[in-house]
């Protein structure tokens, strides 16, 4: 008979033992409890559902989950994994320790699961930052890098492998006019036709920007390499099909070869870069191998590269100012800026030998600046020369205009000279038609300065009608591929009363470029009803010392400096004196 001791102590056991059972049920942590022969004696609700055994989703494959815990049983002493549980494209991690216990002669294994599958979705995007490209899903630089160690490290003999250095021609241009949307599109669809037919054993590495690395391992030959690189250029010429736009692009590549072109990666990937080069300098669109003589090329754009930054830093910069004359009447109505390069020994360096390449390393903001200062410090010489209502046009690259931030610091410059209205930008086609809002954001800023705008070089750039339609420049330039013997071209005759026409329908006035004789004159006066030019028959640019000699009082003097044709000029100048910027 049971004493009513002994049913008190019972009743607080079974009170307890319902307790634990309730905190066991709840705990956070998915906990099972099973036997030896892995029959399963307890699991609570958090296992339950990490486990799929609560009838909310199918169960999934436990059996690495039995593996793990037969190795505890076996070993005697805790095993722990992780369980990655997957349910159609979702995934959970577990972070499970298997415990192996002895209660009351009973071997039991008791398993703790936590679910870590926000921690391991964050490792797994670290991991896909640090080596994959975001955009097209290609290994990064380090990738590719680690390879090509891999390789030069086991230095077998006869091994050998290549690596290309590709750049997409014109990437810039095709943001500009298409946008960044499409531009991004472009890089994924041209990494998918780059990385078409390889190997296994290759790696396709986009590095930055629109900048490929391919390393093409094993190779036998220059020969295999060069087949297959061609293969792939032809692959690239279809057109790409993005946003209802069809896009062309074509891509430079330079290769090296190892060992034949160095035995580092660092090594390889420079001459490969050398050898990229001499292709965009010639042409673009082809595919080079690194010889030697690129090494001394690359050499001497380095020392012209010191040698540019250095000119800036010590402002060895000048400008030359070229007249903008109404050929009826003689009179110089404008002038225009026109960057020059005093180089070590005092010579001046024409722009077509600095001007790319200042664009190309981001030095061309820094230049533009320099000639807007140069043009405000020789403000009065200008006045007294040319006169004091002669318009000041500056240059400004396509690449700068689509720049609102730069566009805002210089707005913000010629507006502090105190005379902003004297200005006129010159820049080329590709500013209006590129979809870069310079139309609706930019030219706004320099209307309020009243600042004018030219299009420069007009012609000779991307322009379609409809784009001319939108825009509001205050004057065309006819580039003077247009005007050179116009006298004797019939089609450039066409061509130039068909852009007449189409400046004086939207309302802007047109200068014709690069004047150099009589007979180009005579036919502008006689056929056409351009009124202003500019070129080495009416003036040549006139230095800054020059204006500081030359201050003649009255406007007949300053026509007879400026833009009065003698002798020298009815002979012309050299067509490949390269006057302008």
């Known amino acids: 008979m049971t004493s009513m001791n002994d049913s008190k102590h019972t009743g607080a056991t079974e009170a307890e033992l319902g307790f634990l059972k309730e905190i066991v049920k709840l705990l956070p942590a998915g906990l099972t409890v099973q036997d030896a022969q892995g029959q399963l004696l307890l699991v609570n609700d958090t296992a339950a559902t990490q486990l799929g055994m609560d009838g909310r989703r199918p169960s999934p494959d436990l059996a690495q989950r039995r593996d793990a815990c037969q190795r505890a049983l076996t070993a005697g002493q805790a095993v722990v994994t992780e369980e990655a549980l997957h349910d159609g494209p979702a995934r959970q991690v577990l972070l499970t320790t298997h415990r192996p216990v002895s209660v009351a002669g009973r071997a039991l294994l008791i398993s703790a699961s936590s679910d870590i599958t926000e921690q391991k979705n964050f490792e797994d995007q670290l991991f ?38 590709l750049d997409v021609d014109n ?3 095709i943001n500009d006019y298409y946008g960044h949307a499409v531009g991004d599109a472009l890089l994924v669809e041209l990494s998918k036709r780059l990385g078409r037919d390889l190997r296994d054993s290759d790696v396709l590495s986009r590095i930055s920007g629109d900048e490929f690395l391919l390393l093409l391992s094993p190779i036998q030959s220059q020969e295999e390499v060069a ?15 993005i946003d209802n736009s069809e896009v062309f692009a074509s891509t430079s590549v330079g290769v090296s070869l190892y060992p034949d072109h160095g035995r580092s990666f660092e090594t390889l990937r420079q001459n490969a870069d050398i050898a990229m080069y001499r292709i965009k300098n010639n042409g673009k669109g082809s595919a080079a191998f690194f010889d030697s003589g690129m090494e001394r090329e690359a050499l001497a754009r380095m020392k012209i590269e010191q040698s540019l930054r250095q000119a800036i830093l ?3 910069f000048c400008c030359a100012f070229q007249s903008k004359v109404d050929i009826r009447t003689q009179a110089v109505t404008g002038i225009e800026a026109l960057v020059r390069l005093r180089d070590d020994e005092g010579v ?10 200042a664009s190309e390393l981001g030095l061309i903001d820094e230049l533009t600046h320099l000639v807007l200062a140069e043009i405000v410090k020789s403000i009065d010489p200008i006045n007294e020369t040319f006169g004091a209502e002669a318009t000041i046009s500056i240059n400004v690259a396509a690449k ?14 010629l507006d502090d000279t105190g005379f902003p209205q004297r200005f006129m930008i010159e820049v080329t ?22 600042v004018g705008i030219s299009i420069d070089d007009f012609g000779t750039g991307y322009s379609s009608l409809s784009a001319l339609a939108d825009i509001t420049a205050d004057e065309i330039k006819i580039d003077r591929s247009f005007i050179t013997d116009i006298h004797k071209r019939p089609r450039s005759q066409g061509i130039l009363r068909a852009i007449e026409s189409l400046s004086e329908a939207l309302g ?12 180009e004159l005579a036919y502008l006066q006689a056929a056409t009803r351009i009124r202003y030019a500019q070129g080495y028959y009416f003036a040549r640019p006139i230095f800054l010392e020059e204006l500081k000699l030359a201050t003649p009082a009255s406007s007949e003097s300053r026509a007879s400096v400026s833009a009065r044709p003698t002798q020298q000029n009815r002979q012309g100048y050299s067509r490949a004196s390269g006057y302008r910027r």
């Open 429 to 450: 086609e590709d500013a209006f038609v590129a979809k870069n809002h310079f139309q609706a954001e930019i030219l706004p800023m320099f209307r309020k300065l009243g």
């Open 314 to 316: 010590e402002k060895r």
């Open 400 to 413: 700068q205009a689509g720049n609102p931030e730069f566009m805002r610091n210089f707005a913000q410059a």
């Open 128 to 165: 896909r930052s640090a080596y994959f490209d975001e955009l097209t899903g290609l290994p990064s630089r380090r990738v590719i890098e680690h390879r090509a160690n891999s390789l030069l490290g086991r230095d077998r003999e006869g091994e050998r492998f290549a690596l290309a250095f």
């Open 171 to 173: 990437f810039k241009h």
């Open 227 to 241: 087949e297959f690189m061609q293969s792939t250029l032809e692959r690239l010429t279809a057109p790409f099909f």
């Open 348 to 357: 001046i360096q024409a722009p077509g030998s600095f001007i790319n390449l």
């Open 508 to 519: 802007m006035t047109v200068i014709a470029e690069g004047i150099e004789s009589y007979e």
